[in-house]
């Protein structure tokens, strides 16, 4: 998929609010409203936008503590990732989950109301789970940064 600086230029404003109108990001790209509306139906459908959403404070929630978690697994046999990873989704305290290289297998960033509530967590994610070998806990001080935008290179007009 081929992007123009447009497109790059448009991406870059809608990561950061989504809320603009046609007629602002006509402004700021130079193209016309309605180019800016075609543009972003293109970029919607092939796939480069994923999704338009909000993004709501953890503390409303009540997750007041977020949690790296490092898994390690027994073995890494296809049917058994894929169990672990169905299982692992299921839960709603995970808000991410990697499966990645090195020491552990998966990279969990969990959040949950307590550190008691973390536990219930571990309890049900991890104990009773065979090929879990086992886990490793970061508990995080403070969010240093926290961002979903994607780095787009600068458009070159």
């Known amino acids: 998929m081929s992007l123009d600086g447009f497109d790059i230029a ?3 404003l809608v990561q950061e609010n ?9 402004d700021r790209v130079g193209l016309s409203a309605t180019s800016c509306q075609r543009r972003l139906k293109r970029l919607r459908a092939n796939g480069s936008i994923e999704a338009d959403v909000s993004i709501i404070s953890g503390q409303l929630a009540g997750a007041h503590v977020t949690l790296i978690v490092l898994v390690t697994l027994e073995r890494e046999q296809h049917d058994l990732l894929d169990a672990f990873k169905r299982k ?16 552990a297998d998966f990279i969990l960033v969990v959040k949950a109301k ?11 994610a991890f104990f009773g789970d065979a090929n879990v070998r086992g886990f490793t806990t970061y508990a995080t001080m403070q969010v ?3 961002s979903t935008k994607v780095h787009l290179p600068e458009p070159n007009r």
Do not use: W
């Open 10 to 12: 448009l991406l870059n």
């Open 18 to 26: 989504n809320l603009l109108t046609s007629e602002q990001l006509a």
């Open 88 to 103: 692992i989704t299921k839960h709603p305290e995970v808000a991410q989950c990697y499966y990645v290289t090195g020491d």
């Open 114 to 124: 307590s550190m008691e509530a973390y536990g219930y967590f571990t309890e049900r």
């Open 144 to 146: 240093v940064k926290n």
